[in-house]
């Protein structure tokens, strides 16, 4: 089966930086755009950031500045840089290529 595993995550304080890794048990070579969501509790799953496969990127207003998403397809990797964090940011983080396999999920938490 198509596997999306995402890693990185974990507490971070406020104004700190974590990098999450989305490793695909499947090649990224094909037409198919990988993105970040998030989703906190009693929250809806919401877009964080996408980025198709000829390197196109999209984000959300909320972290627009802050988060980088980028993609090795060699390596079948998504990555998600995420700078200068903040409480609000806290949320489970979910891996997604195209419109149909998702990761797991990862904690991220920022909190003092």
């Known amino acids: 089966q198509v596997q999306l595993v995402e890693s990185g995550g974990g507490l971070v304080q406020p104004g700190g930086s974590l990098r999450l890794s989305c490793a695909a048990s499947v090649s990224l070579s094909g037409f198919y755009t990988m993105a970040w969501y998030r989703q906190a509790p009693g929250k809806q799953r919401d877009l964080v950031a996408a980025i198709t496969y000829g390197g196109t990127t999209n984000y959300a207003d909320s972290v627009k500045g802050r988060f980088t998403i980028s993609r090795d397809n060699a390596k079948n990797t998504v990555n998600l840089q995420m700078n200068s964090l903040k409480p609000e940011d806290t949320a489970v983080y979910y891996c997604?290529?195209?419109?149909?396999?998702w990761g797991q999920g990862i904690q991220v938490t920022v909190s003092s």
């Open positions: 997604r290529r195209g419109t149909a396999v």
